[in-house]
């Protein structure tokens, strides 16, 4: 157990709803300010999202903040050498990337390369876990807690495999839709699916796509371990907020799950 779902599993302990944030890699100079922004306002652990070319699962607002952060020259390696120099001090650090990213490199090479910058957990959404095998050894042996997803879509006995199988926590995704989508359906349908999710997952189930404000966060909560927020996150980034204002944006957020647990 790595120190993802360490930190999740002691949250879910002392009843309190984990949050997980996230940030686009090199979106902008100061990036990495906005992780200790994000730890001191008391998210649990963060995503790094690990800009890509063609990021599927994402919508509008993290396919911008990629395009944003390559086209001021981010990298990967680049990436992985800045948190190199700041991961260890705060929360646990999560790649979100994709496969290409992955395979392109070797995955038992890439995963050494996310554990030597610091990272403890990685989270890969376009491969499927029926085909996770080689990419679950080989982040298992260099430490790190593979994070798989369910979604409205997956059966009973799928959600029993994939939530014997990942690491770190169960990622649910709340809709059948990319990041940052419009709202579809009822919130009651979306929680559905964490709570099923619950029955089968020994490792904390956390609720993502759609979590956008505070109160949405703790009406999620109420069904999982916790929630991931990213889009409503970098909307406030891409639209210029600083590290303080962004701190504010995640301490609401930690304020209104505290509720929850109260």
């Known amino acids: 157990m790595a120190a993802v779902e360490t930190a999740l599993r002691e949250a879910r302990a002392a009843g309190?709803?984990?949050l997980v944030t996230y940030v686009?890699?090199?979106?902008?100079d100061d990036w990495t300010d906005l992780l200790a922004a994000m730890a001191d306002a008391g998210a649990d652990a963060i995503e790094i999202g690990l800009p890509f070319s063609d990021p599927v699962l994402d919508g509008r607002t993290i396919q911008q903040a990629c395009t944003t952060a390559l086209s001021?020259?981010?990298?990967v390696a680049g990436i992985l050498h800045q948190l190199s120099t700041v991961a260890g001090d705060g929360v646990p650090l999560i790649a979100m990337t994709y496969a290409n990213h992955a395979y392109s490199r070797g995955l038992?090479?890439?995963?050494?390369?996310?554990?030597?910058?610091?990272?403890?957990?990685?989270?890969?959404?376009?491969?499927?876990?029926a085909e996770a095998d080689d990419y679950l050894q080989a982040a298992g042996?260099?430490?790190?807690?593979?994070?798989?997803?369910?979604?409205?879509?997956?059966?009973?006995?799928?959600?029993?495999?994939?939530a014997r199988r990942t690491r770190g926590f169960l990622y649910v995704m709340?809709?059948?839709?990319?990041?940052?989508s419009p709202h579809e359906g009822t919130d009651a349908d979306r929680w559905a699916v964490s709570a099923?999710?619950?029955?089968?997952?020994?490792?904390?189930?956390?609720?993502?796509?759609?979590?956008?404000?505070p109160g949405r966060a703790a009406a999620a909560a109420s069904h999982a371990d916790g929630?991931?927020?990213?889009?409503?996150?970098?909307?406030?980034?891409?639209?210029?907020?600083?590290s303080a204002s962004i701190g504010r944006d995640v301490a609401a957020l930690r304020t209104a799950l505290d509720q929850v647990s109260s």
């Open 227 to 242: 929630v991931i927020v990213a889009s409503a996150l970098m909307r406030r980034v891409l639209d210029g907020a600083d």
């Open 72 to 75: 001021r020259g981010a990298s």
């Open 16 to 18: 309190r709803p984990s």
């Open 141 to 162: 042996r260099a430490g790190l807690d593979a994070i798989l997803m369910v979604t409205p879509a997956t059966g009973p006995e799928q959600m029993k495999l994939i």
């Open 24 to 28: 686009t890699g090199g979106v902008r």
């Open 174 to 180: 709340s809709v059948m839709a990319t990041t940052g």
């Open 196 to 213: 099923r999710a619950r029955l089968h997952s020994h490792s904390p189930v956390l609720t993502g796509f759609g979590i956008d404000t």
């Open 108 to 129: 038992a090479a890439f995963c050494r390369q996310l554990a030597d910058a610091g990272l403890s957990g990685v989270i890969i959404p376009d491969l499927p876990a």
